[in-house]
């Protein structure tokens, strides 16, 4: 399976609308050089905002003035794209944009997400603001995350799940951190140069537990429940190696064992680990220690 490249941030589209507000025209170069990015990704950036930007010429862009009678995607395409709505819907063409209004009008078509995250007393927003502007100075944050005080360089927020996570490197190692749990921040006058090889990772993979290092895990679903993982991929880059008519075989890819795991002990009693055989031991070394706990 390929994980789709549609992680663009919404700093970056956000800003790159505020330059058009602001200058009327900007230039592909300009926006390489603000934002540190491939002219390859300036390029996939302007189509994401081509519904409300134009070419002008020289390699400069400017907003396109709505005029009247004028309809189209238009800022709700914008939105749509940065919230990943293909994800959600088989047809994102013109007919899905001109009956936006009313389906949201008729409400006969709902998307259910998961519930917010609680957060109790800690200011999610706050950390927000505050690593997006650490994340566009490229400048180094201390951290207390867990009751240890770690130094950071901070690449991007992502939701999942509705639950918030930073990816950032900690001595040059792709980490995740999940806000809720960071204690306190301090965003130094230090900065740092962005690796262009993190950059193009987190580019490629929409997933907390992205890493530069992950392992393959074989899995055996029984037909019963089957369905389940053909129509959706429930495991983090799931492919189908084998189908027959007891069940499949499917590979998937994780960066650590507690991205798998959880998601294993949900399908008990209905899948088997294959292969690694270190994490095919741990799966039934963790159900045995319950086991014998709970007598």
């Not at 399976?1 to 200058?23: C, F, G, K, Q, W």
Request: neutral net charge; hydrophobic residues 40%.
């Amino acid at each position: 399976m390929t994980i789709p490249t549609r992680s663009r941030s919404a700093e970056r589209l956000v800003d790159i609308l505020l330059e058009l507000h602001l200058h009327g025209v900007v230039t592909r170069q300009a926006l390489m050089h603000k934002f540190n990015i491939t002219e390859r990704t300036v390029y996939r950036d302007l189509n994401a905002l081509s519904p409300i930007v134009e070419r002008c010429g020289d390699g400069q862009y400017r907003l396109i003035h709505t005029r009247p009678g004028q309809s189209g995607p238009g800022l709700h395409h914008v939105i749509a794209n940065f919230l990943n709505v293909d994800d959600f819907f088989p047809a994102t063409g013109r007919e899905f944009w001109d009956k936006l209004e009313s389906r949201v009008e008729e409400n006969h078509i709902m998307i259910l997400g998961n519930d917010a995250e609680r957060t109790g007393p800690k200011d999610i927003h706050g950390l927000l603001a505050a690593f997006e502007k650490a994340i566009k100075g490229q400048q180094v944050c201390q951290i207390l995350y867990k009751g240890k005080s770690r130094k950071i360089n901070p690449y991007k927020v992502i939701n999942k799940k509705n639950i918030w996570y930073l990816q950032a490197t900690e001595e040059k190692r792709l980490k995740s951190f999940s806000l809720s749990l960071i204690q306190w921040l301090d965003i130094r006058s230090e900065t740092f140069t962005p690796d262009n090889d993190t950059l193009d990772l987190l580019e490629k993979n929409l997933d907390p537990w992205v890493s530069e290092e992950t392992f393959e895990v074989d899995v055996f679903i029984p037909t019963s429940i089957a369905h389940y993982f053909t129509r959706r991929d429930l495991l983090p880059g799931q492919q189908i190696l084998a189908q027959e008519r007891q069940g499949i075989t499917l590979r998937c890819h994780a960066a650590h064992e507690n991205q798998i795991l959880p998601l294993l002990f949900y399908w008990l009693p209905n899948i088997q680990v294959l292969e690694p055989a270190w994490l095919k031991q741990k799966f039934v070394g963790t159900l045995e220690n319950y086991l014998a706990s709970a007598e």
